[in-house]
């Protein structure tokens, strides 16, 4: 598996959500609104979810092992440390 593609929209309000991601995966299949989060112990990434009818949140799609998911954060996150040096705030405003 390769991550072919990384998009990075950054979020322009204040808060612990940094940006939201799309990848491409082999040049075949992607993954939508995968976040960027600033926490008490720096970057991480959450793979869209959607609330349960239980209030929980469940992933809609996420990898299977640990060593994907490390892969797949190490790459949206240097992908997002480079939009940061590159561009100035493309704003995804989140609206209430």
Do not use: C, W
Not at 19 to 33: L, M, P, R, Y
Not at 72 to 95: C, F, G, K, N, S
């Amino acid at each position: 598996m390769q991550i072919t593609d990384v998009r990075v929209r950054k979020v322009a309000k204040e808060g612990k959500l940094k940006a939201v991601v799309s990848i491409t995966i082999d040049d075949e299949f992607v993954v939508h609104d995968i976040k960027v989060i600033e926490g008490e112990k720096g970057l991480f990434i959450a793979m869209p979810s959607k609330k349960a009818l239980d209030g929980e949140y469940r992933d809609i799609a996420h990898p299977i092992n640990s060593g994907t998911r490390e892969r797949i954060q190490t790459t949206i996150l240097q992908r997002y440390e480079q939009a940061l040096e590159e561009e100035p705030e493309e704003a995804v405003v989140d609206e209430m």
